[in-house]
């Protein structure tokens, strides 16, 4: 078949892919915009993307997208550095600049590709990956002693970004994949033969402004969310509180459906989630406690004028009683 025996194909492929994953990245930066505009919009959005079946042939599509890709970078290079030597590509209307990036292509995409195992291992291993395998609370992800419901993608946000390496890692992985991807987006259209010179350096163009913007807003976002982590926002936003308590209770009425209420295991389970909710939700937990206070000394206010109203009835009844001589 030509588009793994002949050169032209197998560019094809990585073309096709390519625009592909770049469609992805755009997405997923549009959606992170959500998580700074409107967090608790963002959580509706992972639990709606979660483990349901339209998101999981999803996610499997976009995985077998990134693998083929990853295949066949290693496969071209090989064959080009071994056909070629140095000099790897035929095309010569190639912008001035491009050079360096076209000849890490590899190098850069190994980068994302580290990049992206370090992500994926901090958000869809917790997340997704928790949903299709586990259904109770035992199988969430801890953070700071408590339960992390794998569908408060803000909570993720908060722990990961809290760190200031992940940060610095992050910045590392964004600009391999400014280089990558200004080089692959108009390398693409050349695989596919939109290689005149005229248009090579529009293409070139776009691909340049797309990349920065979608590779900035990551960058962006990848601030914002450090210091927000740092005034523990996701923790405190009362929106978000609300959010993970309805969250907490849903989870705990699938699980505890189908168990005996009285038993030890249900007992057990009724104090995991308590606990863990109440880490995540401590405004919520503080205006709870101030509500009760608040209505502990009203009680206690109505129960003293109470008091002093009964012992001025008895005095006058006791002057009224009074023998008269
Ligand atoms: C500030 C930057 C980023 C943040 C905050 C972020 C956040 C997230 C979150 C929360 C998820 C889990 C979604 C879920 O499982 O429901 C996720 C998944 C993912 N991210 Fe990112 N991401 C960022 C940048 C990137 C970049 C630059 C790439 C690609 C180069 C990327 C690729 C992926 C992939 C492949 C998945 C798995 C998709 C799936 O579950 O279907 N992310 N990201």
Not at 41 to 50: K, S, T, V
Not at 140 to 166: C, K, M, N, R
Not at 237 to 251: A, G, M, N, T
Request: negative net charge; hydrophobic residues 50%.
């Amino acid at each position: 078949m030509w588009l793994t025996s002949s050169s032209v194909g197998r560019k094809f492929i990585m073309a096709l892919t390519g625009a592909a994953l770049v469609l992805f990245i755009t997405f997923h930066c549009v959606m992170n915009s959500v998580a700074i505009f409107w967090p608790s919009a963002y959580n509706a959005i992972c639990e709606f993307l979660g483990a349901n079946w339209y998101a999981l042939v999803a996610t499997m599509g976009l995985a077998a997208l990134f693998v083929i890709h990853i295949i066949y970078a290693f496969w071209l290079t090989i064959q080009n550095r071994k056909a070629r030597g140095a000099d790897r590509y035929a095309v010569t209307a190639r912008p001035k600049g491009v050079e360096w990036s076209s000849q890490n292509m590899l190098v850069l995409g190994i980068v994302v590709v580290a990049f992206l195992a370090l992500h994926l291992y901090q958000f869809w291993a917790k997340m997704q990956l928790v949903e299709i395998t586990s259904h109770s609370i035992e199988g969430w992800h801890q953070y700071d002693g408590a339960s992390v419901p794998p569908t408060a993608g803000t909570l993720f946000i908060q722990e990961v970004f809290s760190q200031w390496w992940v940060v610095v890692a992050y910045l590392v992985g964004f600009i391999a994949l400014w280089f990558h991807m200004t080089h692959g987006f108009w390398s693409m259209f050349q695989s596919i033969g939109w290689d005149s010179t005229a248009w090579i350096p529009r293409l070139k163009k776009i691909s340049d402004w797309w990349t920065t913007i979608v590779v900035g807003l990551f960058a962006i976002q990848a601030v914002v969310f450090y210091v927000q982590a740092q005034d523990s926002f996701y923790i405190n936003d009362k929106d978000l509180e609300k959010q993970y308590i309805e969250s907490f209770q849903e989870h705990f009425k699938t699980e505890a459906e189908n168990m005996d209420q009285m038993s030890q295991e249900a007992q057990t389970l009724v104090q995991k989630y308590q606990e863990s909710l109440e880490k995540f939700t401590p405004t919520v937990k503080a205006e709870a406690e101030a509500q009760q206070k608040a209505q502990q000394e009203a009680q206690q206010r109505a129960y003293e004028e109470y008091m002093k109203q009964q012992a001025a009835a008895q005095a006058a009844t006791e002057t009224n009683e009074e023998p008269q001589n």
